[in-house]
């Protein structure tokens, strides 16, 4: 379907018409910041927040929750054991290209080696509307260098960019045009839209300049190459361990499972939630070992997760440089500044 | 098989802690059906030496105590920290800092010498100690893990990370960014973020973690505005007791 224009007046009218068989999550204030939240309320509607600059969490906390329950059991044996696939229809409004990007990586990921059942069943009832963005939320991001400036070629149901007094809609897949055929606001684009869109992106990569000294194509081997550096060391002086760089990071998805009991010992349930390998307890393993002791071994790992491991993995891009790792590290580690400083230890090394 | 049999004590605190275990209002039927409670001063008259689980709440504060802080670990077969108090000493250790002899005075004024008191200290000073529940107060969710997990016979999961994982996952906005400063970096998570996300900050009353970076904490709370004593301060609340709260020598915390 060729791409349609909504007059933003005729924008709630769109929201409304999600609402009536899904649940509509959209990005919105908290405090001096952002998040996506569930629209349940003609208050929550207004709240939507379409100009955001970067969301606290990604909106992969939808497709992946923080704490799951992956099964309940009501005593030992397979017979006792029921498992709680939890999947509601939902609409994620207004994810940012380099988000669109991420849960691309999140598929592949989640998709081989074996399948995740919790993750595909949410993301079989879960419609994507992504959203333009025209500039940087901050310095710590890069997706000009990470090729995530623009939105992929699938993965999404409609894509939105801003021209004003109207949005230029996208469609990407046939569920997105049930949308539209749904709402009675949308008219095919025509060409003044048409080149406003093509405007739009033009400034947009125009205001978003590459920040890597070199082509992000060479990172892993430049990473594989800084493998014995003092660089990791030095960084990790800093660093608490704490793990919010991987919180906030949309491309991670290692999780932890423990299991609940209840007051009777016997019954109770089996939940997961998101792990981090920045946790000193994440590497480490029966009878005391640690594979992964010192923090610096540990950011490390993450760096080389983003750069190179989860890229030789799932073939989709490990970090996406929306800088939320480093927007939200306390110590002001930024990865995009390692990524910088790596071309120089190799070039040390040579 | 016999219901185990639980029992409460108190040392030097405010008896919050106990007060928790009485909070777990919706699971206070199945615990009851699950073990039986022996001592406890804030439920129940009846008294016992008979239990088999003893949660001890409070600082060792008294050179006294010592004798029925063993009595109990002579009679229990697992005995537990309930609280800052037992876990780490608590707000108790803030008068170690002052001078003990200037605390009984504050306090007590001229009957100071009636009254017997020594440096505050965690129970673990005087008795071995088999699980910790920290907290000022203790989550209640935490008091039931411990207590679902003796009666399963299994260890109980208590995290060891920063209370900066609990906030994420909540999605609070770091306070850090909003100018302010916390000590989540480097505090025990198993709160839920409680504090932070009901816009207090953390002042780490679950203690600290295990290789928390001491220089990392120290930079950065400088950084927001803190001298090297309000930075100690911020330690000695809650983590008297850690070498990290001992005057530095040469403005290098200690380990």
């Not at chain 1, 999550?25 to 998040?35: D, E, I, L, R």
Request: aromatic share 8%; charged share 25%; net charge negative.
């Amino acid at each position: 379907m060729l791409p349609q224009i909504l007059p933003k007046s005729k924008f709630d009218e769109f929201v409304g018409s999600l609402s009536a068989d899904n649940r509509v999550v959209a990005p919105m204030a908290k405090g001096p910041a952002f998040a996506f939240q569930e629209v349940q309320t003609p208050e929550d509607q207004a709240a939507i927040r379409m100009d955001y600059d970067l969301s606290i969490l990604p909106p992969k906390k939808f497709l992946m929750p923080q704490r799951e329950t992956l099964l309940s059991f009501g005593g030992r044996g397979p017979e006792n054991v029921q498992p709680q696939v939890q999947a509601k229809p939902t609409v994620i409004l207004g994810v940012q290209p380099m988000d669109l990007h991420a849960i691309a990586t999140l598929d592949a990921a989640m998709a081989k080696d074996p399948a995740d059942p919790y993750y595909q069943a949410k993301r079989a009832v879960t419609k994507i509307v992504g959203l333009n963005v025209a500039q940087y939320a901050n310095d710590y991001q890069f997706m000009a260098d990470m090729d995530t400036l623009d939105a992929p070629a699938s993965g999404w149901d409609l894509f939105l960019t801003d021209l004003g007094d109207r949005w230029f809609v996208e469609v990407g897949s046939e569920a997105g045009q049930a949308m539209i055929t749904k709402c009675a606001g949308f008219s095919p684009a025509k060409s003044d839209d048409h080149a406003a869109k093509v405007a739009f992106d033009k400034a947009k990569a125009a205001a978003c300049s590459k920040r890597l000294p070199y082509d992000a194509r060479y990172l892993p081997e430049l990473l594989a190459n800084s493998y014995d550096s003092l660089l990791w060391n030095a960084v990790a002086r800093r660093c608490f361990s704490c793990g919010s760089c991987t919180n906030v990071c949309p491309t991670c998805y290692c999780f932890d499972v423990q299991d609940k009991l209840g007051l009777d010992a016997a019954s109770g349930e089996r939940v997961r939630s998101w792990d981090s390998c920045q946790l000193r307890v994440f590497a480490e393993v029966a009878g005391g070992e640690n594979f992964r002791e010192h923090a610096d071994s540990r950011l490390r790992h993450r760096v080389f997760r983003k750069g190179k491991f989860i890229l030789e993995r799932t073939g989709k891009p490990g970090c996406v440089g929306c800088g939320r790792c480093s927007t939200h590290c306390v110590a002001g580690i930024s990865i995009l500044e390692t990524f910088q400083q790596i071309a120089d230890e190799a070039a040390a090394e040579i | 098989m016999a219901k185990p049999r639980v029992s409460f004590h108190d040392f030097t605190s405010c008896e919050g802690c106990q007060l928790q275990v009485l909070n777990c209002e919706d699971e206070l039927l199945g615990i009851v059906g699950a073990v039986d409670i022996v001592n406890f001063r804030e439920a129940i008259d009846e008294k016992s030496d008979e239990y088999d689980i003893a949660f001890i709440e409070g600082a060792f504060t008294r050179e006294s105590d010592r004798k029925r802080l063993e009595h109990i670990r002579k009679c229990a077969k697992i005995v537990v920290a309930l609280g800052a108090c037992a876990c780490t000493g608590g707000l108790n250790v803030l008068k170690n800092f002052r001078g003990i002899d200037e605390s009984m005075k504050k306090v007590y004024g001229e009957a100071a010498s009636w009254y017997e008191t020594s440096p505050a200290l965690p129970i673990e000073a005087a008795i071995k100690v088999d699980v910790k529940i920290n907290g000022c107060p203790i989550p209640k969710q935490e008091f039931l893990e411990v207590v679902k997990s003796v009666l399963a016979g299994r260890t109980p999961q208590i995290p060891d990370y920063p209370v900066c994982v609990e906030c994420k996952l909540r999605e609070n906005v770091c306070l850090f960014q909003k100018g302010e400063y916390c000590m989540g970096v480097v505090a025990k998570a198993g709160c839920n973020a409680w504090c932070p996300s009901y816009g207090g900050r953390c002042y780490a009353c679950r203690g600290l973690i295990t290789d928390f970076n001491k220089n990392a904490a120290k930079d950065v709370l400088a950084e927001y505005g803190l001298t090297l004593e309000q930075v100690m301060a911020e330690f000695r609340m809650f983590n008297g007791v850690f070498p990290v709260a001992e005057p530095p020598a040469d403005g290098a915390l200690k380990s």
